[in-house]
T-cell receptor
């Protein structure tokens, strides 16, 4: 089983739609959680950290459920510029020490 | 100027050649990482360093070596490149002590091994 799994995608949605991405992680000792955005062939950039209480940044809302080992990202009122791959990242203690583990990513295409 | 700089941006080499990818940072972070990304896969950790005297293997270190020449510099070497090392390579940094420790990436190096 992969340590961090995400919806396989791709998601193709019209402008203005609401889209939700899901992520699960296997290590219950994981300590911090993030969503990164990656444009094609570019470096990943932090979109938002994910807190147990949930957090919102404009059109983006992230939720964490530690009991279920589940993270979500909700994008409201999708824009063309939201088209990218969204990476779920978990900072966990694994066989290599405490490290960031990446999910494979979910690609989003927002269509006009 | 970028906070995390990788060189070169693109590299084409032949099987068996030794090559080095370089990374420098101006963020003052202690922790540095090398990842590779293959299509359809998440970023996978090759090596990481938590300070100048600390080097650790990651998930896929075979065929690679690293050198932490200074706090700001962390280079990745392929001793004898092979075609399945063709990938997009990223260097990243993070700050020890940040309770929500985040990664900051360089722009990546696309390596092709023929």
């Amino acid at each position: 089983r992969k340590e961090v799994e995400q919806d396989p995608g791709p998601f193709n949605v019209p402008e203005g739609a609401t889209v939700a991405f899901n992520c699960t992680y296997s290590n219950s000792a994981s300590q911090s959680f993030f969503w990164y955005r990656q444009d094609c062939r570019k470096e990943p950039k932090l979109l938002m950290s994910v807190y147990s209480s949930g957090n919102e940044d404009g059109r983006f809302t992230a939720q964490l459920n530690r009991a279920s080992q589940y993270i979500s990202l909700l994008i409201r009122d999708s824009k063309l510029s939201d088209s990218a791959t969204y990476l779920c990242v978990v900072n966990m203690r694994d066989n290599y020490g405490q490290n960031f583990v990446f999910g494979p990513g979910t690609r989003l295409s927002v269509l006009p | 100027d970028a906070d995390v700089t990788q060189t070169p941006r693109n590299r084409i080499t032949k099987t068996g050649k030794r090559i080095m990818l370089e990374c420098s940072q101006t963020k003052g972070h202690d922790r540095m990482y090398w990842y590779r990304q293959d299509p359809g896969l998440g970023l996978r950790l090759i090596y990481y360093s938590f300070d100048v005297k600390d080097i650790n293997k990651g998930e896929i270190s075979d065929g690679y070596s690293v050198s932490r020449q200074a706090q700001a510099k962390f280079s990745l070497s392929l001793e004898s490149a092979i075609p399945n090392q063709t990938a997009l390579y990223f260097c990243a940094t993070s700050e020890l002590g940040d309770p929500n420790e985040k990664l900051f990436f360089g722009s990546g190096t696309q390596l092709s091994v023929l």
